[in-house]
């Protein structure tokens, strides 16, 4: 089955960039996503990008695919405490279903 | 906005009681899922349904049942809750297009078990 794999914490200052990553094992997705979770709520999808692109921007957020590694990355620029959230990327199987990673929690200290 | 509701928000009840949670959507989305949320923040798909009178297991097993009945609604059902059932439960749905994988959550049920 499809494997999703991020790192699991990160802190970083107000104002500083953020970049969080995640591998993935299925090649065939047609899109890959960020999904943002905050305190006491669901999933609210951030941004996604087609897999045949390498780069996706999107305001403050860019989207980095590389396909060869399998490697995904969210960048977010002038990170904001709005920003503290928990952050997954997805993959899917093919079959309108997705597969989450374990998720990432971003931290933004003011 | 995303209009998938979940209700209740917050649960916390006594092993052995028969609890339903409640999902519903008014989008027209013919899918829809239930996932699971463990403290480690790690989700797992427990059901989902690709339309009325469709129920399929997700990659977790789970004591829970559910039932599409209307298109609108996706009910998860536990008999007989456990502590072990304590979690956060979390509703999604998702339609046509072209981003018909895309997900939308309700708030989600934070289930505790005494």
Redesign the interface.
Same mark, same amino acid.
């Given at each position: /089955?499809e494997d999703v794999e991020q790192s699991?914490f990160l802190s970083v200052r107000e104002g500083d960039s953020s970049v969080i990553n995640c591998t993935y094992t299925d090649s065939s997705s047609? @899109?890959l @996503?960020w =999904?943002k979770q905050e305190p /006491?709520? /669901? +999933?609210? +999808?951030l941004t =996604?990008i087609f897999s045949n692109m390498d780069m996706k921007q999107d305001q403050r957020l860019t989207v980095l695919l590389n396909k060869k590694d399998k490697h995904l990355s969210l960048r977010i620029a002038d990170t904001q405490t709005g920003d503290s959230a928990?952050y %997954?990327c997805a993959e899917?199987d093919g079959n309108?279903? +997705?597969a %989450?990673g374990? /998720?990432n929690?971003v931290v933004v200290i003011p | 906005e995303a209009d998938i509701y979940q209700t209740p928000r917050y649960l916390v009840i006594g092993t052995g009681k028969k609890i339903t949670l409640e999902c519903s959507q008014t989008m027209g989305h013919d899918k829809m899922y239930w996932y699971q949320q463990d403290p480690g923040m790690e989700l797992h798909l427990i059901h989902y349904s690709y339309g009325v009178n469709s129920t399929e297991k997700g990659d977790l097993s789970s004591e829970s049942t559910v039932s599409r009945i209307r298109t609108e609604h996706f009910p998860l059902t536990l008999e007989s809750a456990r502590p072990s059932h304590t979690s956060q439960y979390l509703c999604a749905s998702s339609g046509h297009g072209q981003l018909n994988e895309k997900l939308f959550f309700g708030s989600g049920t934070q289930l505790s078990v005494l």
């Open positions: /089955g699991l047609t @899109y @996503y =999904y /006491g709520a /669901g +999933l609210q +999808l =996604y928990i %997954f899917s309108n279903r +997705l %989450f374990k /998720g929690q | -």
